[in-house]
């Protein structure tokens, strides 16, 4: 104060002294001259559009509107501060009785004006604040409704609202002023003060203005710890008695004397204290939906600092005023983006920037006019789960889906994750639901961490480019992202220029997306496309069109191909939605997450459909996106969880297929005459029979080594020390079979080994129990390389690999009238359990406990074995086609019963 | 017959309006008929009584003109687009949820001051104010909130495609 009264001139004259009521006068003068410039570019038609507008196209109106707001905030800040310098004297103050409660009014009255001014924002805040203020208003007994309708008018219109801020509250605030104050205009020195110091203001800091898509809203600042009180109270309208004994107040200590007055004081004085603490509490610590966040909370920067954006305005922003008025309207609003990202091509059409702009994927700050601060907190490729709320998740957009998608095992990798740490004796059951997210520092979650888990939806992309075989999550974008050529073309081109070629999120998911973490593990995208992994290095890979490197180090042979890749299929045409982003429920284990099977297409009983006006929302809108038309269709449903797939429909009495990406139309085929004229195969899946290939793998070996270079695949950095896999040979093989156990009986499933291997446990430092893990364990899979020939019986029932013995010479031999199956295992057996080394069980032993990675998952018991040996018997001598071999499938007891003296079966 | 809170809220002041008039009339009759015994003192609360009617008066007209303009500016139906399929939908004022085979439309106005309600996680509907939450059925889970939502009626054309809020 000293400082201020000595910079004016006549600093003993008292009428010319500067006070926080003078200084107050002066941000009043600037606040109605900046208003009423400001009117010129506002339009209170559409108040929003208008702002927008100009504070991306105008810098100078921009500057105006800033001005207008920072003047008003130290008006209303001096104004109070003025109050307080009053009220802090000893002496009454002492006003007549009329002057004090005009005054008192008074301070109602800027509060509204300034509220209205807040109002003409039109943007989200502003229209749940002018809810707020509906219904408080309201809720006034007896003239609620009225003194509603009378501030705010219509609920479509902003007139009223304009008319009380420029005129009614301005015209009430000015003669309650000038009633009082001492000076009618400001002294030259206090204008100018004033007024440098707010244009400075204005021009570092833009006044606030919501982008309508971050779902946190507030109120003006000066309100936001009236709204915590507001929050506690479930009939809220009582707070308004809280403005109404603050008005008392002020009028008694204007007008009072006495002891009343002192209590007055020092109660305005407590509720002030009070209500800065909530305002701080309001303003820094509520997130989304009243949440209460800490400024280390993820989320804090979106929730809560988005409220406090900005940008300097910048009066030279590198586009000119024709490219900023022709920039497009972007749901009700210009878009800063737009202006320098002229046109940008190669968008789905829902995501064209005319729809959503850019600011709805990529953040940043829409209103700012200069590169760098347009840019500040940019997320430059989104999809990124952890922000995925933020960009395609948002309300407008795809809620549902981003809520769904961590559930899904491609988010949680629950099953690899419990599979690994059962493997290395750290839990007794490879059940258990967990995700990525708990890892800790065992030796199975360092493991994890060190060999697999980059294959997690939640891996963030963190460079450009389109997604290939390299490529480890992504979020949303792992499967929907798309460059054309025209895109890659561009983003090789010259790193410093604007882009005109964006990639498109689209629909459009093929094979290369699901490649590069599906060619890993069980294989199965390698496999779909006829490929098998081998042991070679790169430098040994012969040089022909039956091998290919994927990787640059790991070397594949032709082996056959999926039929329905043959036929044009790919990954999406069977698997939907629900099954690969997750419905919402945890699941264990793959199987149980996937829905479709092999009888959900190809089926000879009544289908399961559901017709078009029935299908729910997201795949109506799917179909209709992929398909056009889809009116009156019967698709087909999957029988396991009842989900539509919408390229599947029934016309008449076909089955018809249609290919998602390239809609290619198919009949479909019922099952083969073959595959369901007998009971004796009735427990087989389709795969058991059809599946030509499987990748099997034996000789595993892990250890730990400490000064081996390693990765920390969760955190994507370097890290000292890693578990080392050694690997003993793959080869392309014809499945072994084993026995799953669920809730409706047994089905026979092909397996593979996964993992029969050792771990060197005691290599990992600080570890317990044994010093070498050894495990025999087999794992269920669903080779996708379907033949659409099955295996001939012979491959079964004469086969020790298909029976779980491992590669071998299986032979039954007939001497003195007694039959005798055995077995001479091609692989050394195991030192840790006396059986071969690619085997599961022994040859006609049990074999019990720790045999699969799942708990219903086990080899065929001894019964079991010796039934199909005993066909397997029959089959040394009858050909598969016989008659006695055709008669055995339905009726093979009876077989037996007739059987000639020359038919010696095994004695068990 | 179902009341207008407005009208009845008009009605109820009217009232009061009224007596208050009938009180002053009585009173500038005792005026008039104590004519000589008037005094300076009561000149002015004679006034006083004037104006404090004037401006009561005033307050009707206010009351009235407002009452009137709202019945005028009042729209009778509106129309907003309908699909069965989808569970919860937000369209303005209005949020129509498919529920359990029953469609309902609710004003997604929350009951604690009024914001509107746009966001659904899960199958709770959140406002973004103060953080209350319903459920499907309109009830409230979570505060500050604590009455439900109100209950829209509501036709769907006959085309299906869409529904019809009267008044």
Known sequence: ?908 | MKFNFTRLNFYFYRDSTLRLLLLICCKFITFIVNFKQMEKAGRRSFLRLVMAGIIALFVLLWNRLIADHQELRKQKTQIIPFNKNKAVSFDGNYIVVNHDEQTTVFSAHCTHLGCLINKKEGDRLICPCHGSEYNLDGKVIKGPAWKGLVIIPFKITSDGNHIEIIG
């Not at chain 1, 795949?619 to 087909?636: T, V, Y």
Request: net charge neutral; charged share 20%; with cysteine.
């Open chain 1, 1 to 908: 104060m000293e400082i201020i009264s000595k910079l004016s001139a006549n600093s003993n004259q008292k009428k010319n002294r500067t006070t926080y009521g003078t200084l107050a006068l002066a941000m009043f003068l600037i606040v109605v001259v900046s208003g009423i410039l400001l009117a010129v570019p506002f339009d209170v038609k559409d108040p929003y559009l208008s702002i927008t507008g100009f504070v991306v196209s105008n810098p100078w109106a921009s500057l105006i509107r800033n001005l207008h707001f920072w003047s008003a905030q130290f008006f209303l800040i001096l104004s109070l501060i003025h109050l307080y310098d009053h009220y802090h004297y000893k002496e009454n103050t002492g006003l007549k009785k009329g002057i004090s409660w005009r005054l008192s009014l008074g301070v109602l009255i800027i509060f509204l004006a300034m509220l209205t001014g807040f109002l003409l924002k039109g943007d989200a805040d502003s229209l749940q604040a002018r809810q707020i203020l509906d219904t408080l208003a309201q809720r006034i007994p007896l003239v609620g409704n009225m003194l509603a309708y009378t501030l705010l008018g219509d609920p479509d219109s902003y007139q009223l609202i304009y008319v009380h801020h420029i005129a009614t509250f301005t015209v009430l605030i000015t003669v309650v002023m000038l009633e009082h104050s001492r000076r009618f205009w400001p002294t030259m020195g206090d204008f100018l003060i004033s007024l440098s110091a707010v244009l400075l203001l204005s021009f570092l800091f833009s006044a606030p203005l919501h982008d309508n898509l971050n779902p946190t809203v507030k109120g003006p600042w000066y309100f936001v710890g009236f709204q915590e009180i507001l929050h506690w109270l479930s009939h809220p309208e009582w707070s308004l008695l809280i403005f109404l004994v603050v008005l008392i107040l002020i009028y008694e200590v204007n007008a009072g004397s006495g002891r009343a007055v002192f209590l007055c004081k020092k109660s305005l004085l407590i509720f002030a204290g009070i209500y800065f603490l909530l305002t701080v509490t309001g303003l820094f610590f509520r997130g989304e939906g009243w949440k209460w966040m800490n400024p280390w909370d993820t989320g804090y920067r979106y929730s809560v600092l988005h409220n406090f954006k900005s940008p300097r305005v910048s009066f030279s922003p590198g586009f000119n005023l024709k490219d900023a008025a022709a920039s497009p309207v972007v749901m009700g609003r210009k878009e800063s983006c737009l202006v320098c990202h002229k046109e940008p091509h190669g968008f789905a059409d829902a995501h064209k920037p005319e729809a959503i702009g850019c600011f709805s994927c990529h953040g940043g700050d829409p209103f700012a006019t200069s590169k760098k601060q347009s840019h500040r907190s940019l997320i430059l490729i989104p999809g990124d789960l952890a922000q995925a709320d933020q960009t395609c998740g948002t309300t407008q957009c795809h809620p549902d889906i981003v809520q769904r998608l961590p559930t899904g095992l491609m988010a949680t990798l629950s099953g690899m994750i419990s599979v690994d740490r059962y493997v290395f004796n750290e839990q007794n059951n490879p059940d258990e639901l967990t995700n990525i997210h708990d890892l800790g520092n065992s030796a199975a979650d360092i493991h994890l961490k060190n060999l697999c888990v980059r294959c997690h939806l939640g891996n963030p992309k963190t460079t450009y480019g389109p997604v290939n075989e390299m490529s480890r999550g992504g979020g949303c974008l792992a499967c929907h992202l798309n460059y054309t050529e025209e895109a890659e073309w561009d983003l090789k081109r010259n790193p410093d220029t604007l882009l005109n070629f964006h990639p498109s999120v689209s629909l459009k998911i093929t094979d290369d997306h699901c490649f590069g973490c599906h060619s890993r593990s069980g294989r199965i995208s390698t496999s779909y496309q006829g490929l098998h992994e081998t042991t070679l290095e790169a430098g040994q890979m012969p040089d022909s069109s039956n091998y290919r490197l994927i990787e640059e180090s790991r070397v594949f042979k032709k082996e056959p191909e999926d039929v329905h890749h043959k036929l044009g299929l790919e990954c999406v045409d069977c698997h939907h939605s629900y099954e690969v982003m997750g419905d919402g429920n945890l699941y264990a284990h793959e199987e149980d997450q996937e829905d479709v099977q092999c009888a959900d297409c190809h089926f000879n009983t009544n289908p399961m459909t559901v017709t078009t006006n029935n299908l729910d929302n997201e795949s109506a809108k799917i179909a209709a996106l992929r398909f056009g038309n889809i009116e009156n269709r019967n698709f087909l449903t999957t029988h396991k969880y009842g989900h539509v797939l919408i390229n599947a429909y029934v016309e008449n009495d076909s089955v018809i297929f249609l290919t998602k990406n390239t809609g290619r139309k198919m009949l479909m085929k019922p099952p083969a005459p073959v595959c369901t004229r007998d009971k004796a195969h009735d427990g087989m899946t389709c795969s058991a029979c059809h599946s030509a290939w499987a990748p099997t793998c034996i000789g595993c070996h892990n250890t730990y080594d400490p000064n081996s270079p390693g990765y920390d695949m969760l955190k994507n950095k370097d890290v000292k020390g890693s578990w080392i896999e050694y690997i003993g040979s793959y080869s392309p093989q014809e499945p072994a079979l084993g026995i799953r156990t669920n809730g409706t009986g047994r089905e026979i499933i092909p397996v593979i080994p996964g993992m029969v291997l050792t771990i060197d446990r005691a290599s990992f430092p600080g570890s317990t129990g044994d010093s070498i893990i050894f495990h025999r364990l087999f794992a269920p899979i669903a080779p996708h390389t379907t033949a659409a020939k099955g295996r001939d019986c012979k491959s079964c029932h004469n086969n020790p690999v298909a029976l779980g013995y491992g590669r071998g010479k299986l032979d039954y031999s007939v001497a003195k009238g007694q039959g005798k199956w055995t077995f001479e295992p091609y692989y050394q057996n195991d030192i840790h359990d006396r059986l071969p080394a690619d085997a599961w069980t022994g040859f006609l032993t049990n074999r019990t406990g720790r045999v699969s990675t799942r708990s219903n998952v086990s080899p065929f018991d001894i019964r079991t074995q010796q039934k199909i040996l005993t066909v397997g018997a029959c089959l040394t001598c009858h050909d598969e086609g016989s008659a006695v071999m055709l008669q055995s499938l339905t009726d093979y007891q009876k077989v037996l019963n007739g059987r000639s003296v020359k038919c010696i079966l095994p004695d068990w």
